[in-house]
């Protein structure tokens, strides 16, 4: 696996390829890399000839209070979980490289709508950010491919809007959330977690499961939202938000939609824990659900 930390030096290799006439998927991290990173590589080799990774810690979507400064950095352990895992080349840029006349008079990238909500209104510019990060890596990169995990659902959603509306050349591919044994979705910041607040923080995915649960049901989507609030509560979290929108634009849910992903953000202790579920209420749906 090469390493490689300047634009030029990248665009070489990936022309390189490209000229040899093969594909090329492109996995963006910020590194401190879990087995959940390693599971888009995995599927990124299944999509493409060659597979590149990026590691950066972006600044942009970083609010002023957040863990910028703490985010742990673990580039020698993540290279060779790369190379293990059959990652082609690590780009790592410097900040510098990446905004050469500092954040705060870099061109952005917004999506709106989208970015405004949910973790959006909770982390005011940090869809900013990450649009704009991940538009400029794309712009480098050149991918044919690029694969995200479903876990940042939202994430997910924006990047696809983005692409969409800049008219890129880029196929968006989510993955499936990578959890732990217990049901914790798997997160480069569960490491703030202590042993005690480590064993609590499976709550999250069942208060979700039980939300699903009730929607198939019948339940009103917000008794659904208010019982699932209180539960978290209730078990020692502190809910940033639980809520029902609908799976494509992230609208608030109404009785009438049936494509729903449930969403929910809580703190516990240091680490900001997030989560969702999808949910597609029809009649097969309930009554399977009903029978289990």
């Given at each position: ?17 490209r ?25 990124a ?28 950095r ?14 082609d ?16 008079a ?7 709508g ?22 400029k890596?794309?712009n ?81 989507v ?8 209180a ?16 799976a ?11 494509d ?19 949910v ?13």
């Amino acid at each position: 696996m090469k390493t490689i930390d300047t634009p030029e030096d990248l665009r070489l290799q990936v022309g390189a390829w490209r000229a040899a006439g093969e594909r090329v998927a492109f996995v963006p991290t910020m590194g401190n890399l879990h087995a959940g990173h390693l599971t888009l590589i995995a599927e990124a080799r299944t999509r493409a000839r060659r597979v590149v990774a990026s590691i950066f810690v972006n600044p942009m979507q970083f609010g002023p209070a957040e863990d910028l400064d703490a985010y742990p950095r673990t580039l020698a352990r993540d290279r060779e979980l790369l190379e293990a895992a059959g990652c082609d080349l690590l780009f790592v840029p410097g900040v510098s490289t990446v905004y050469p006349r500092g954040s705060e008079a870099q061109t952005r990238v917004e999506v709106p709508g989208l970015s405004d909500v949910l973790c959006g209104e909770s982390r005011p510019g940090h869809f900013r950010g990450v649009a704009t990060v991940v538009c400029k890596l794309f712009n480098m990169v050149q991918p044919d491919v690029a694969l995200f995990g479903e876990k940042d659902f939202q994430q997910l959603l924006v990047i696809r809007r983005m692409v969409e509306d800049l008219a890129m050349p880029v196929e968006i591919v989510g993955v499936p959330t990578v959890r732990e044994s217990d049901g914790l979705a798997m997160s480069s910041r569960n490491g703030y977690l202590s042993a005690a607040q480590r064993t609590l923080a499976p709550t999250l995915r069942r208060v979700l499961t039980t939300a699903r649960r009730a929607l198939l049901e019948g339940a009103a989507v917000a008794s659904v939202e208010r019982e699932a609030d209180a539960a978290l509560r209730e078990a020692g979290l502190a809910p940033d938000y639980v809520q029902v929108r609908t799976a494509d634009d992230l609208r608030p849910a109404t009785e009438a939609d049936r494509d729903l992903v449930i969403l929910a953000a809580a703190y516990l202790g240091r680490a900001r824990l997030i989560d969702n579920l999808r949910v597609q209420l029809d009649t097969n749906a309930a009554l399977q659900q009903t029978l289990r």
